[in-house]
């Protein structure tokens, strides 16, 4: 990159002349992250994107080949679009946007001819498990909000294909916040394979002309008795399932106010007796699953409103009543205390005092102080619809919520969402009110005031939400706190890590030298590791060892130590007559070939095309996986594409999960999805069996997870009669994984045995069939109250049509074997009840 300039406005290829500021610490930062694998932190507010896109605007001028950005929500791609466009001279259609909203098979096109493609994580992940995009032309890959790197966040995969699949590859990853202390920073940097720490604070001189202090206030509210005397209701609920667990000796503690981590605890012990089989073991994890839900419905109606804790019960009682409910639900709903809480609350017809408080700090702050905007946030959707409509009383404020629907609210598309952006900035409106979603990177304006709602426990959140007032002007913070709630405890736990942060960025940039060359000793000791695999696999192919190693190989993969078939035994097994298997009909044919050689090694072929025929071979040994796409949920498809020898594909599959073949198809169920089933899901598997089992010749259901039998109150006889049912009624194979790992290698073992030694190829087929009169009237019966396929039958057997069942009084049902009173009084009331879109 050309050396660092101090002229007014930055002129370099390819960026737009006259448009950027020249900042110091953008283009020092900008110089150091063209050159290697780089982690930019910079305060929020400061320009991140701006120092990406000048390091994307060299690579395209010096390097050539394409840029991707990466941002984790579709309001962000579009804003750091609309950036791009505007800063770079490259044509604006070569500057694409990549969210979930564009067809799959229109992103491939654009992909292959856009110089610049700005994206969200998953789609992007998506399209590389599909093989419908390759990374090898991309020359720049931006990671924005790199503090999202963990876990199984696409990030990480995207990163670790790119590092693999690139050319020329070179990484920019981007955050206000990186982590809360060097370990998390430094596990960041390992999975998206960055060494060069840059950071840069407040305190530099070249940063900070361009920040203004902001003041934090926060503010401590008293509940009033009404709150308080439904709260120690649940709280009497949550000590009394304690003592239950205490009873049972997993826990000493009998405080409401029990830590996540103490539960935790409990559900370690409880999950050791049913390893054990001790019954114990599933009677205290269903009192802990009241445990957690009380704790939910406490925060609700400590830290959010009266509204909130109603709604959350509704959907408790309505849980309760469904067929399949747990023990759980039907004992806590049907409480005393909490039957009263619920009254209580319904009685209730004032506000959380933060919805008045909120409104003074708002009103003192445009009117008083002649501010202009102000952003609230809240955690909980349901909260902020109802203080945007309180505040709407008083100030104009539009609330800015995410893209998904939840009960009871739609969600914002990204038009609605970009245009509330654009009016708010404009200054149509006062007050936005916000979930999360406008906590990071997005260009939120200037506002006079950040007010949140309730604390957040992480350091990083809150440093995102602080850093939308205090960049031009002086800004003001506060937060709102109830009185001896968790509100408390999350306010000092982020203030706490707020200054630790602080403490380690400082440390960071001091340190930036220590922590890359810890970075640096663990890319060289990867290094070792892989030359040190290559060398034991050339050892393993010695041809002194290779009879004793076949053997042990072999004893070793055709069984396991419980003397059950490994999945090794489905391949390469020898024939029945003593003929060669295809590993000794390769050797043999390797040994006739060095004879060959050695008589006629000026006819060898060159290296080249040595290298050109082991590629060949390779691709052709390619074996075929077709996902659905709605598996995308799952680590499966991922891990299967960062196989060698495996090349995935994504479609929507109209019969199964997984094809394998012609004739294999594969559905997948986990453990509580095949035990939903029974209990009245939202679809039956056995649809969905009967699909595969009319298209395909061999379908093969995979249950995947932990104990069939002891993970839900369903009876065992009713497993059985499912299993049954899938082999004998529809010829299915059933087969069980411990996990999406062991899934993985089942479907990898499934397909090669399929395509490579039977030789046969993918083949997507076939169709949902239309349901039979029967299969309607049952489909009909089951999806009231959720009673499931099984009592549907047993209904219409006894009553005789969808009429009667629907017209039969509580005792005509309750005479129907199978049907209880709960489920009864639930038909009834979904039946008779009138209709209001409210319930």
Known sequence: MAATDVSETIERPLVTEGLLEARTYQLTLADRAANEHSLVCLPTGLGKTAVSLLVTADRLANVGGKSLLLAPTKPLVSQHADFYREGLEIPDDEIVVFTGEVRPDDRAELFEDARIIIATPQVVENDLVGNRISLAAVTHCTFDECHRATGEYAYNYIAERYHEDAENPLV???????????????????????????????????????????????????????????????????????????????TGKTAPDVSEREIQKIQGRLQQLMDGDDSAGYEGMSYLAEVRKLRTAMTYIETQSVESFRRYMDRQQEAARSSGASKADQRMVSDPNIQMAIRKSGEYDDLHPKFRRARMLIAETLGINDGERVIVFTESRDTAEALTDFLDDHFTAERFVGQSDTDGSDGMTQTEQQDTLDRFRAGEFEVLVSTSVAEEGLDVPE?????????????????????????????????????????????????????????????????????????????????????????????????????DTASTDSDQSEENSDGQTGLGSFTNQEASDGSPTEDTADDES??????????????????????????????????????????????????????????????????????????????????????????????????????????????????????????????????????????????????????????????????????????????????????????????????????????????????????????????????????????????????????????
């Open 172 to 250: 920019t990853a981007m955050s206000a916040s990186p982590g809360d202390d060097e370990e998390a920073i430094l596990e960041i940097c390992s999975n998206l394979g960055v060494y060069n720490v840059e950071v840069m604070t407040e305190d530099d001189a070249d940063v900070a002309e361009y920040t203004h202090q902001t003041t934090v206030n926060w503010e401590r509210l008293e509940l009033p008795d009404t709150i308080t005397q439904i709260r120690d209701l649940v709280q009497e609920v949550i000590k009394d399932r304690l003592v239950e667990l205490k009873d049972l000796g997993v």
């Open 447 to 547: 506002v006079d005031l950040v007010l949140f709602y309730e604390p957040v426990p992480t350091a990083i959140r809150a440093i995102q939400r602080k850093g939308r007032t205090g960049r031009q002007t002086e800004g003001a913070v506060t937060v709102l706190l109830a009185e001896d709630t968790r509100d408390e405890a999350y306010f000092w736990k982020a203030r706490q890590d707020q200054k630790k942060m602080k403490k380690e960025l400082g440390a960071l940039k001091s340190a930036a030298g220590k922590i890359e060359a810890a970075l640096g000793q663990q890319v060289s000791l990867d290094e070792v590791d892989a030359d040190s695999e290559d060398t034991d696999a050339a050892d393993e192919q010695s041809p002194a060892d290779s009879t």
């Open 590 to 839: 390797e040994a006739a070939e060095d004879d060959e050689s050695k008589v006629n090694e000026d006819e060898q072929e060159t290296h080249e095309d040595a290298v050109v025929a082991e590629a060949a071979s390779d691709e052709s040994e390619q074996v075929e996986i077709v996902a659905d796409q709605r598996e995308l949920d799952s680590t499966i498809a991922r891990d299967l594409s960062t196989r060698d020898g495996i090349e995935t594909r994504l479609e929507t599959l109209a019969v199964g999960d997984y094809v394998l073949s012609d004739r294999v198809v594969v559905e997948r169920k986990t453990v509580e999805d095949f035990l939903d089933t029974l209990t009245g899901g939202d679809r039956s598997m056995f649809e969905q069996v009967g699909d595969a089992a009319r298209n395909y010749g061999r379908p093969v259901v995979v249950i995947e997870g932990g104990d069939l039998y002891g993970e839900r109150n369903v009876h065992p006889k009713a497993i059985h009669g499912a299993l049954a049912s899938l082999a004998v009624d529809f010829g299915a194979s059933i087969m069980q994984t411990a996990n999406e790992e062991e899934t993985a290698d089942l479907l990898e073992v499934i397909a090669s045995r399929e395509q490579d030694d039977e030789g046969r190829e993918i083949s997507v087929h076939g169709e949902k069939q239309s349901k039979t009169l029967s299969e309607q009237q049952e489909y009909v019966v089951a999806s009231i109250a959720e009673v499931g396929p099984v009592t549907a039958q047993t209904l219409l057997a006894d009553l005789g049509s969808v009429e009667a069942v629907m017209t039969a009084d509580e005792e005509e049902l309750l005479e129907v074997e199978g049907v209880g009173s709960v489920t009864a009084e639930r038909i009834r009331e979904v039946v008779g009840r009138s209709y209001s879109p409210e319930h």
